[in-house]
């Protein structure tokens, strides 16, 4: 019987730096079987990022087609040129990204290769690299959710049978090996019977924030034991890392102007994500809609209650009631409610921690997303 060859695969990044996406682009290369696939990493993008390093790290081959912007004709048409050179050497492209799905599409023309798109958004048009979309033919999708993949259909010409849906998931022991409940409650000076309610992600409106802030002073006149966390940086532009707004002077100007001074923290960014979970006791995701939520299952994996906007993939991660709490988005006075309940039955948010860390151990492994990734590969190659 003849071996099959690995398949050889070409991964294209429209970005360079360090992103959602790009940590769980990370996450599924390292992991990747080497007797079923191999990968090339090209990054179509402005070197300088964060990323770059991070693939050298896992000894992956990296190349960087320096375009900074898609109008730069000159560069673009090398770039193009240089990568359809690549994907003739190579069985099949896979676009991370929006932007990398236009050089993959026009690279996997030119080297008549098959192509896949990892679609990570919840697509709507309001990018405007979004609209290019429409004119992309990949030979098949990933979606995140299925809430992604509803988008993706209602957005653009696409065949749902074409669009397989890989949920993400997370390696639980590796992030318990990270963490560290006690050093983060010491740092913030939590005394043992203080409740820890904190949200976790890019500091940016659709994440809700601001819901966050204002369901927070509901509480606090309440639940006298309870502090409140907000974790995250402000959001740059991924294509220039410039950055955006200053969401963290307006949520720090409400917090004040709602009597919260001295019950919440902003604590920025954290490395130490794992033990920022384990030192919370609630999770909050107050997204307006979210594509997927993996802040969740990293929550869930700590044995951490959630509490979850029930807009887009939350939904398939969280089941109301069982593992967690699901609430309306761009809902305060609801969130409030639902934090209420929990913070004043401590069994129950005990038990919820314990239903959603089982639900992550046999639902979202990392080992079963690689490996639906791999297969959605081998039907887009003709190998299943």
Not at 27 to 33: A, F, Q, S, T
Not at 124 to 142: D, Q, Y
Not at 195 to 224: C, M, N, S, T, Y
Not at 271 to 281: K, P, R
Request: hydrophobic content about 50%; proline content about 4%.
């Amino acid at each position: 019987m003849a071996t099959v060859k690995p398949l050889r695969v070409v991964v294209v990044c429209g970005v360079s730096y360090l992103g959602g996406g790009e940590l769980a682009l990370l996450r599924l290369l390292e992991r990747l079987p080497a007797e079923r696939c191999q990968a090339r990493v090209v990054i179509v993008a402005a070197s300088g990022g964060g990323l770059e390093p991070e693939l050298w790290r896992l000894g992956l081959r990296v190349d960087v087609l320096p375009v900074v912007r898609t109008r730069h004709l000159g560069a673009g048409l090398r770039a193009l040129a240089a990568l359809a050179r690549i994907a003739r050497g190579a069985d099949l492209l896979h676009a991370n990204d929006v932007r990398a799905a236009l050089w993959c599409q026009l690279a996997a023309l030119l080297a008549r290769r098959p192509w896949t798109w990892h679609v990570r958004d919840l697509v709507s048009g309001a990018h405007r690299f979004e609209h290019v979309a429409r004119v992309l033919r990949p030979t098949r999708c990933i979606a995140i959710s299925s809430a992604v993949k509803r988008a993706l259909l209602a957005f653009g010409p696409w065949e749902a049978c074409r669009v397989d849906v890989v949920l993400h998931g997370v390696d639980a022991a590796a992030l318990a090996a990270q963490a560290d409940r006690a050093a983060f409650r010491a740092e913030m000076g939590l005394a043992e019977d203080d409740l820890a309610v904190g949200i976790v992600g890019r500091l940016i409106a659709w994440k809700g924030q601001e819901d966050f802030v204002r369901a927070a002073a509901l509480v606090a006149p309440r639940a006298p034991n309870a502090r409140f966390y907000v974790v995250g940086g402000i959001v740059t532009d991924p294509f220039t890392g410039q950055q955006v707004g200053d969401e963290l002077a307006r949520l720090r100007r409400l917090a004040s102007e709602l009597g919260l001074n001295g019950r919440i923290t902003f604590t920025g960014l954290r490395a130490d994500v794992a033990s920022v979970m384990a030192g919370l006791d609630v999770l909050v995701l107050a997204s307006h809609a979210e594509p997927f939520g993996l802040v969740l299952l990293e929550a869930m994996s700590q044995g951490t209650a959630v509490v979850a906007t029930a807009a887009g993939g939350a939904e398939e991660v969280v089941l109301d009631g069982q593992t967690g709490l699901l609430v309306p988005p761009r809902n305060p006075p609801a969130l409030a409610a639902a934090l209420e309940r929990l913070l004043a039955d401590p069994a129950r948010v005990r038990a919820l921690g314990a239903a959603g860390r089982e639900r992550v151990r046999t639902a979202f492994t990392l080992e079963r997303e690689v490996d639906q990734v791999v297969q959605t590969w081998e039907r887009a190659t003709g190998r299943r």
